[in-house]
C-alpha cells in the first residue's frame, strides 16, 4: 500500500479510536483484573479477522495475522489502571472510584488496535503479533505471558510508552538503556518497647528506623559511583502501638531503582551490610529483604534503528528526539527483552501548556498521539518486514 494512502488510512480511524480510547478511561481495571478491557479488545480483532487467543498470562489477550511459517513481529500495549482517585473533570474520567489510567495505558490499548486494523489489509512477509499485555504495573504480566508461551515464534518486538516531557508529534528514541532496573526493598527495625518517658530503658525502633531512612541516602552518596545512578525510596512505613510506648517494631517498604545491571546484582549485599550496620548503631536489629522485580530496558541497536529510521520518515528528523538519559522508572517489557531482541519507544503527549506526569491524578494527555504511535508503529513493523 503507497505510504501516502496508508497514513490517510490511519487518520480516517481518529474518532473512533479515541472514543475506545475514552470508554476505556471510564472504565479502568487494576493489575490482573483486566475482564472487561480484554473483552472488549478481543471482540474488536475478533470481528476485523484476527487470530486471537484469550486469557495468556490471565486476562491477556494475544493476536496474531499474517503468515506463520517465518515467525511473527511482536507489537505490546498494556491494558492496567492505578489505584488512584482521578482529578482531571474530564467528560469520560473514570467511573470506577479510586482507579484510574494515569499511566496511559488507555492510549497504548487503541494504539495496539489501530495497528491491528491497518496490519490486516498490507501484505507482510512476517506474521504480526499484537501482545496486549496486564499487570505492567505491578511488573508481573510479561512474565505471566511469557509463562504462558506468547514469545514462541517471535522475531522482534516492538513496545511504546507515553511520555508527557515530550510534545504531541514527536516521540524519544533512546539506544541501550532505557529505563532502569528495580527492586523491592522492606526493612523490619526490631527494637525493645518501653515507656515513652524512659526511653534509655528500651530500644526505640522509629529512632533507628528514621536514621535508616536518612543513613541509606547518604551511604549512596558516599560510597557508591555517583556516575551510576541509585535511587531508594521508602513509599510506606509501619510502626507503634500508642503515643508513650517506645515502638518495638517498624516495618520500611521501598523501591530501589539502579541503571547498572551489575551494581543492581550487588544491591542485596550492599543493603544488607548497610542497613544493618545503620541499626545496630541504635542498639536495634535489622532484617533486610530485597527481591529483583524486573531488568532494565535494553533497546536492540538494529531494531532501535529501523524504529528511528521510520518515525524519521513519518515525522520529520526534528522530531524524533534522542534522549540522553535513561529514565529510573521500571518497565516489565524487559522481560520479553530477556527473550527476543526488540525496542522501546517514547511517545509525546504533552499539548503547548503541558501536562500533568504519569500516575498523577491529574494526567490528561493529547490523544493526537494515538494516531502518531500507530502511524510510527505500523511503518517500522513494514520496515522490520523488508
Not at 77 to 100: C, R
Request: glycine letters at 10%.
Amino acid at each position: 500500500m503507497d505510504r501516502d494512502i496508508l497514513l490517510k488510512k490511519i487518520d480516517s480511524l481518529n474518532d473512533e479510536l479515541i472514543n475506545i480510547r475514552r470508554h476505556i478511561h471510564s472504565h479502568p481495571e487494576l493489575s490482573g483484573l483486566e475482564n472487561q478491557t480484554a473483552i472488549l479488545v478481543s471482540g474488536y480483532l475478533k470481528n476485523i479477522g484476527w487470530r486471537v487467543t484469550e486469557s495468556v498470562g490471565r486476562t491477556g489477550v494475544v493476536a496474531d495475522f499474517g503468515p506463520t511459517d517465518n515467525g511473527f513481529i511482536g507489537l505490546r500495549v498494556d491494558m492496567d489502571a492505578l489505584p488512584i482517585y482521578e482529578n482531571t473533570n474530564l467528560s469520560f474520567s473514570s467511573k470506577i472510584d479510586g482507579v484510574m489510567h494515569a499511566c496511559g495505558h488507555d492510549l497504548h490499548t487503541s494504539i495496539g488496535l489501530g495497528v491491528a486494523k491497518i496490519i490486516k489489509n498490507l501484505k507482510l512477509k512476517f506474521g504480526t503479533r499484537i501482545i496486549f499485555q496486564p499487570a505492567e504495573e505491578i511488573a508481573s504480566g510479561a512474565r505471566w505471558m511469557i509463562d504462558d508461551g506468547v514469545t514462541k515464534g517471535l522475531k522482534q518486538i516492538l513496545g511504546v510508552h507515553v511520555f508527557p516531557e515530550l510534545f504531541v508529534g514527536t516521540i524519544g528514541i533512546k539506544e541501550g538503556s532505557l529505563t532502569a532496573a528495580a527492586g523491592q526493598l522492606t526493612v523490619e527495625i526490631i527494637g525493645k518497647s518501653g515507656h515513652g518517658a524512659r526511653p534509655h530503658e528500651g530500644v526505640d525502633a522509629i529512632w533507628a528506623a528514621s536514621k535508616v531512612i536518612s543513613g541509606i541516602q547518604e551511604a549512596i552518596t558516599r560510597k557508591l559511583d555517583p556516575l551510576d545512578p541509585l535511587v531508594i525510596t521508602f513509599g510506606k512505613i509501619n510502626g507503634g502501638n500508642a503515643y508513650n510506648i517506645l515502638s518495638e517494631k517498624v516495618k520500611l517498604t521501598g523501591t530501589v531503582r539502579c541503571t547498572n545491571i551489575k551494581l543492581f546484582k550487588e544491591m542485596d549485599d550492599w543493603l544488607n551490610n548497610n542497613i544493618s550496620a545503620i541499626a545496630n548503631s541504635c542498639g536495634a536489629e535489622a532484617k533486610i529483604k530485597f527481591r529483583e522485580i524486573t531488568p532494565p530496558v535494553n533497546n536492540d541497536f538494529q531494531i532501535n534503528k529501523v524504529l528511528r529510521d521510520s518515525a524519521i520518515r513519518i515525522l520529520g528528523h526534528e522530531n524524533v528526539i534522542e534522549l540522553q538519559k535513561p529514565s529510573l522508572g521500571a518497565e516489565d517489557f524487559a522481560e520479553f527483552l530477556n527473550e527476543v531482541p526488540g525496542a522501546m519507544f517514547r511517545l509525546g503527549v504533552s499539548r503547548e501548556k503541558g501536562c500533568a506526569p504519569l500516575h498523577s491524578s491529574e494526567f490528561d494527555p493529547d490523544e493526537r498521539a494515538i494516531n502518531i504511535g500507530i502511524k510510527v508503529i505500523t511503518e517500522t513493523i513494514v520496515k522490520l518486514n523488508n
